[in-house]
């Protein structure tokens, strides 16, 4: 019998509910409802439009028919508050908003980076859910106190269509709150920070039925986190390769099967996450084509109204190795006009200045590329691994001049595809959780029999080993 599973991805900018059937041989999918994921200011506060974003839900569940069950990914960090009647205290805010500002500062008064490091094994970001927390006990305490349940923004989704409340450890590992080792909660470091740990849930793993729909479908507790459910996609059974689920992030890491929690990786910035399949995935954070999508937003405000192709168009035909950034600058980070700070990090540090859309959009493309072969050399070092691969998947697997780019970089073969990890990893998920799949290395095994990749082999390398000696310099 047919096995249908619904998927909801939420994006920087969009959200889409996923529709795939399994025949038990083969597996086919299509997007049934795309809505906007833009999030909302309030009195200073940037959000999400959660009162929207769930009627989008029941929208696109409405438009699916019949299914056998349902499950939610999202981006890590950001959480809902429910009181003791189960209501959402206020919308649940972005990342990008700068109430995190200082907290890390706040934190180092308590405990060392490194501590913290070696008690969660995340890379210290102030976005992380600990440092979150901090600001709401800086400047909304009444409204920390009121809390009884923390929610990760999957999880959430889930509990408002009838789930247990509860926290898929994918998600959880995001938080900086997570003990690495045991996977559950690290209640004596939120107590040292005076942080409240009743407000927390039991964590479960990926594949969690949680509850069920109106309709009979289960409630599935994916891979909350949509890296983890891009990496369940990566169509390969090799353990030496790495993977880059490239998006508006660049998370590019490798599976290992024990958390590295040493002085030297936390001085790497190396986060060690929960994969959906019980692997820890020991990734770097890296800003990723964000650069580029809000670059155009620039150039279109300003009447360039380019497609995403013909700003590579422009790129592939700029000078090469020029100029370079690091994307991981804080000024990067907002929103913004970001090739005027493109443009800026290359006066400031001695650089052509790049002036064209071209030069600009080629210089972020060249800079990522770099940035990944940085992060791909730290991986080395710290796991031993060499990497016969690097496997992108996600949107960035559609950029076919970055892929060529980080080939030539990093010296090795890049498999590009599938570009739909996220839903297919979530999909995948769900088929194991109803029993239609054994395991997620079957899905895997699936996805590579189904999926077209495309490989790029490398080139150039000596021009690029002189751009990368530069940009090292620069970092």
Partial sequence: MNTRVLAFDFGASSGRAILATYTGDDLSYKEVYRFENIPVERDGTLFWDFETLIAEVKTGISKAGQFDSIGFDTWGVDFGLLDRQGMLLQSPVHYRDTRTEGMLARVRETLAVQELYAQTGNQVMAINTLFQLMAMREKQRDLLERAHTLLFMPDLFSYMLGGEAVCERSI?????????????????????????????????????????????????????????????????????????????????????????????????????????????????????????????????RHGLMYSFGEIAAQAEEAPALRCFIDPDAAEFTPTGDMPARVQAYCRRTGQYEPQTVGEISRCIYESLALKYRYALEQLREMTGKQFSALHIVGGGAQASLLCHMTADCCGIPVVAGPVEATALGNIVIQLVALGALPDIGAGRALIERTEAVKTYQPAHIEEWDRAYAFYQTLL
């Fill in 172 to 300: 959880a590992s995001t938080s900086q709150m997570l003990d690495p080792h045991t996977g559950e909660w690290h209640t004596a470091l939120l107590d040292r920070l005076q942080l409240p740990t009743h407000i927390l849930r039991p964590t479960v793993p990926s594949g969690t039925v949680t509850g069920t729909l109106a309709n009979g479908a289960k409630i599935i507790a994916v891979a909350g986190h949509d890296t983890q459910c891009a990496v369940a996609a990566v169509p390969t059974q090799s353990d030496d390769v790495a993977f880059l689920s490239c998006g508006t992030w660049s998370l590019l890491g490798t599976e290992l099967d024990a958390p590295i929690l040493t002085e030297r990786s936390c001085a790497r910035n190396l986060s060690n996450e929960l994969g959906a399949n019980g692997k820890v995935n020991y990734l770097k954070n890296i800003i990723g084509l964000w650069l580029i999508q809000e670059s155009r937003r620039v150039w279109q």
